[in-house]
Nanobody, 116 residues
Framework: QVQLVESGGGLVQPGGSLRLSCAAS????????MGWYRQAPGKQRELVAR???????NYADSVKGRFTISRDNAKNTVFLQMNSLKPEDTAIYYC??????????WGQGIQVTVSS
């Protein structure tokens, strides 16, 4: 089992920045990728960014150039730096971990609200 705990969400004005953190614990040696999803009210959950165990990252088109995913393997933590935030980035953000190609582990979710 893997446990994921997110932190760092909150309320920010348009154009502002936030950094989300996700601390992983448990059977983390089985994890080969970690990522961030988000779900806005009335919308499906979507993949925002993912990073492989080797450090390769991918982003949704809507966040490219604004968001950066990174990981600290020594601390078993993954980060999502979010810059130039827009109201449409408002959502619950979920940390996820993949084992064998399947996103099998999820955090509890954290609210990010972008509003003036």
């Amino acid at each position: 089992q893997v446990q994921l705990v997110e932190s760092g969400g909150g309320l920010v004005q348009p154009g502002g920045s936030l950094r989300l953190s996700c601390a992983a614990s448990g059977s983390i040696l089985s994890i080969n990728a970690m990522g961030w999803y988000r779900q806005a009210p009335g919308k499906q959950r979507e993949l925002v960014a993912r990073i492989s165990s080797g450090g390769r990252s991918n982003y949704a088109d809507s966040v490219k150039g604004r968001f950066t995913i990174s990981r600290d393997n020594a601390k078993n933590t993954v980060f999502l730096q979010m810059n130039s935030l827009k109201p449409e980035d408002t959502a619950i953000y979920y940390c996820a971990a993949a084992e064998g190609g399947s996103w099998g582990y999820w955090g509890q979710g954290i609210q990010v609200t972008v509003s003036s």
